[in-house]
């Protein structure tokens, strides 16, 4: 691992003394959750406004927030309603930048007085101070999430596009350990952070973070001009993932490769075994693939309801009507909930029914959310030998 982090990295998380919030003290049970009525994770995108120039942005978040941006009346009202399902959600509070928004702790401490366990992704900026971080666990947040693309400051400042920004996340990581708040590591998988994937991994470890996601690059904002992986490579990568989360200090989070499932799926279970969740946090393992529009919502800054922020198909706005009606009833979800209505071969895949491909993904590529995942090298019907 690079001199750098290893100057920085800290080890698992600890509990200071303090009295968590009463919310913070309850674990949704989702074990048996219908998502045909509710999704396992609901992310809103609170702003778009962000000090970084990610070169791959979905949002192509911009320096200024945008006026049309829900007001923190509409946000009240956007959190009672999600409080409104049979069982609440994960609260993804994401951007841009969550923090550029002043009312950030306030919306934090109504969500978990709803019950709403709520998950913050502050950018790499010094913005996310210590005093701030704090006063988020005091609000009720149960997890921060940050993003590393780089194991070292000179390749994640050139993907964030700001110098400084690898020094101020490990920072964030930093000051979560000494609040005892947990903390998700976010690593965009694409042709430019492939190489330091190994070290991704080691740094993750060394820096004691619960849950290692990686999101696995669609094509779309700013991330348009970069190279995903290969069918191929994505097959290879995806192996290495299940050896080398086996025993890991994280678990491991697959973020638009659905077909990792199929992976797991044909290893047999114990490589499934191996993924055992080890989060304490009350933020879970889905009991069930998740995937857009099926567990997963998304809600734009202006308020736009979509079945993921990698899926801008909108099919609403929460100004005008209930995100419960339309995650249930909105034609778009139910079409995503059904793998009777893929197309390609993952329509004749025998295993749909625990991946069904990215949506995202095929979206991007092709315009129809429901045609084959263009990253998955597996052809159903054809002669296949398990990964050993």
Request: aromatic share 6%.
């Amino acid at each position: 691992m690079d001199d750098t982090a290893s100057r920085h990295a800290v080890a698992q998380p600890h509990r200071p003394d303090h009295e968590d919030p009463p919310a913070r003290s309850r674990k949704p049970d989702l074990a048996g959750a219908d998502f045909t009525r509710q999704p396992f994770v609901l992310a809103w995108e609170m702003t778009r406004a962000c000090n970084l120039a990610c070169i791959h942005c979905r949002a192509d978040a911009q320096l200024r927030r945008d006026p049309r941006e829900l007001t923190t009346k509409d946000a009240y009202r956007l959190i009672d309603d999600i409080a409104g399902f049979d069982v609440p959600p994960t609260l993804i509070l994401t951007g841009g930048d969550p923090l550029r928004r002043p009312d950030l702790i306030e919306l934090v401490r109504h969500a978990s007085s709803r019950g709403l366990r709520a998950t913050v992704t502050p950018a790499g900026t010094p913005l996310a101070s210590h005093e701030r971080l704090a006063a988020l666990r005091d609000a009720g947040v149960a997890r921060l999430a940050v993003s590393l693309d780089g194991a070292t400051a000179e390749t994640h400042d050139a993907f964030r596009r700001v110098p400084g920004s690898f020094k101020w996340t490990l920072a964030i990581v930093e000051h979560a350990r000494d609040l005892g708040l947990p903390v998700q590591l976010h690593t965009t998988l694409c042709r430019q952070t492939l190489p330091e994937l190994h070290q991704m991994a080691d740094l993750a470890s060394d820096l004691g973070v619960v849950v290692w996601a990686v999101f696995c690059l669609v094509p779309m904002g700013r991330g348009q001009t970069l190279e995903p992986l290969t069918p191929a490579e994505y097959e290879e990568v995806f192996n290495w993932l299940v050896d080398r989360s086996a025993g890991a200090s994280w678990n491991l989070k697959l973020t638009e490769g659905y077909h990792f499932r199929r992976i797991l799926a044909q290893r047999g279970e114990r490589a499934i075994a191996g993924l055992g969740f080890k989060s304490g946090d009350g933020i879970g393992r889905a009991p069930k693939a998740v995937n857009a529009g099926n567990g997963f919502c998304f809600v734009s800054h202006r308020g736009e309801v979509c079945p993921s922020g990698f899926l801008p198909v909108v099919t609403g706005n929460v100004r005008e009507q209930s995100i419960v009606d339309l995650y249930r009833n909105h034609p778009t979800f139910k079409t995503l909930r059904d793998p009777a209505q893929l197309r390609g071969k993952c329509g004749s895949c025998g295993f749909k029914q625990i991946c069904g491909g990215s949506r995202s993904r095929a979206y991007a590529a092709t315009g129809d959310f429901l045609a084959a995942d263009p990253a998955c090298i597996y052809e159903p019907g054809a002669v296949h030998s398990n990964a050993s």
